[in-house]
């Protein structure tokens, strides 16, 4: 879409009117208030082009929707492909792209994974395997984590941990406890015969990339296997190669009952959310097999996203890539950060998902502003706003790297001079 300048003016003017009267007034607002004056129009690679003629080297990336970068062509070809053959399906026949998905899926996610509901989105995903857990384990009890992100439909809010989000729609479900991240010994308090599920991200995301100590997830194995509680891995962020493995559970062989991925499974091109689950898990289709189901989830058109997106990964190595870029990224953040200790208080991550975490959650924004004025998307993490979040597209650039490093620490610089720090 090519605009011209003053259409583009207009498009911006009525888009953001429209997001006013019609969308979310205090969403136009923020958008505004953080400098942006043109609307996305145009996306490609590690790049969105806005209205305005200005360009963005996107490291919010969804956030972690575009692994494989905006508009990627391998994945929109067979989209396209899949689009004039049969868009959506008639959900009594049988679906061979779902079909052909889920065996994939089987082959490349932990262990003895092996059947997939597919549904349109990371909360979704969430809400399936928290009801898959009750139905097999026939116990009402979850445990979760404190800052864990899992989404905001009722049963994924009632996962998630930030009171901001939460208090305005209680009573949410019952039966969650939350346990401080990265504990094993609070976890194996907390669960009993009564826990049908443990849900955990093996690195919290939007918690402000937490990284557990190492044997965490294992130890979570240990103890659901000690009670007979499921183990469910939300690698909604963390999979699908963003970690430098391609799943996060990889890092430590862990295998979990249930795992939920989303976000990039759709390629960055279709919305696609899924849980896969040991086959005894299933059992809860066996009475009746549409005891949970969705009517978009598992399309061809998102499930022929999937697969390219699968392709994709195994093809261009992505996993090794995010964890040789992601290795740059750190260095080169970790040595700006060092002339700034006043403001910084760690740079951390695990192949492309790096969190810079300040002293303060207003200096994040400080800093997440001059980034966005020179051309560098980014945002905190929706539990932990004194966190800056980084999640570029695995095929970013070594040179695009160290641009965002220069960005970095030129906003780290005009923050420390503007707070006279
Ligand atoms: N789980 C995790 C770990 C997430 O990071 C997110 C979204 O950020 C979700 C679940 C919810 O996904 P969605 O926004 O697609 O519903």
Redesign the pocket.
């Known amino acids: 879409m090519s605009v011209s300048p003053g259409d583009a003016q207009d498009l911006a003017k009525t888009t953001f009117q429209r997001y006013e009267q019609h969308i979310n007034p205090g969403m136009a607002q923020l958008v505004k208030f953080m400098g942006f004056e043109g609307v996305e129009v145009r996306s490609e690679g590690c790049y969105v082009y806005t209205s305005d003629g200005e360009c963005f080297l996107d490291c919010l990336g969804g956030?972690?929707v575009f692994s494989f970068g905006h508009n990627p062509e391998a994945i929109t070809a067979r989209v396209h492909e899949q689009l004039d053959l049969m868009p959506l399906s008639s959900h009594l026949l049988l679906n061979p792209v779902a079909a052909e998905l889920a065996e994939r899926l089987a082959r490349i996610t932990p262990g003895d994974l092996q059947f997939t509901f597919f549904c349109n989105?990371?909360?979704?995903?969430?809400e399936g395997a928290l009801k898959a857990a009750r139905a097999y384990t026939g116990r009402a009890g979850f445990v979760s984590t404190i800052g864990?992100?899992?989404?905001?439909?009722f049963g994924?809010l009632s996962a998630?941990a930030r009171e901001v989000y939460r208090t305005a729609f209680e009573p949410l479900v019952p039966g969650f406890t939350h346990v401080s991240y990265g504990d094993a010994e609070a976890l194996a308090d907390a669960v009993d015969e009564e826990t049908a599920a443990v849900i955990v991200?093996p690195i919290?995301?939007?918690g402000g990339i937490i990284i557990p100590p190492d044997g965490y997830l294992t130890r979570a194995r240990e103890i659901c296997d000690e009670t007979g509680a499921l183990l469910i891995a939300?690698?909604?962020?963390?999979g699908l190669g963003r970690t430098g493995m391609t799943w996060c559970c990889d890092w430590e062989d862990v295998v979990p009952d249930i795992m939920?991925m989303?976000?990039a499974l759709g390629g960055g091109v279709m919305?696609l959310?899924a849980f896969i689950a040991r086959a005894e898990v299933w059992s809860i289709f066996e009475e009746n097999p549409y005891v949970h189901t969705s009517t978009f989830g598992g399309n061809p058109l998102a499930c022929a996203a999937g697969l390219a997106a699968l392709q994709t990964l195994q093809e261009q190595n992505l996993a090794e890539a995010a964890a040789q870029r992601g290795e740059q990224l750190l260095r080169g953040l970790n040595e700006a950060a060092a002339k700034h200790e006043e403001m910084v208080t760690e740079v951390r991550g695990r192949g492309l998902l790096v969190g810079v975490e300040f002293t303060h959650e207003d200096i994040a924004g400080l800093v997440i502003a001059g980034l966005s004025g020179r051309k560098v998307l980014a945002a905190y993490g929706?539990n932990n706003p004194g966190t800056l979040r980084l999640a570029p597209p695995l095929i970013i650039s070594s040179e695009q790297v160290d641009e965002v490093v220069e960005a970095f620490a030129d906003a780290l610089s005009s923050t420390a001079a503007m707070l006279e720090l």
Do not use: F, M, N, R
């Not at 864990?148 to 439909?153: D, I, R, S, W």
């Open positions: 956030p972690g989105s990371g909360a979704e995903a969430v864990g992100y899992h989404g905001k439909t994924a998630t991200e919290q995301g939007e939300d690698e909604i962020q963390t939920t989303g976000k919305p959310g929706l």
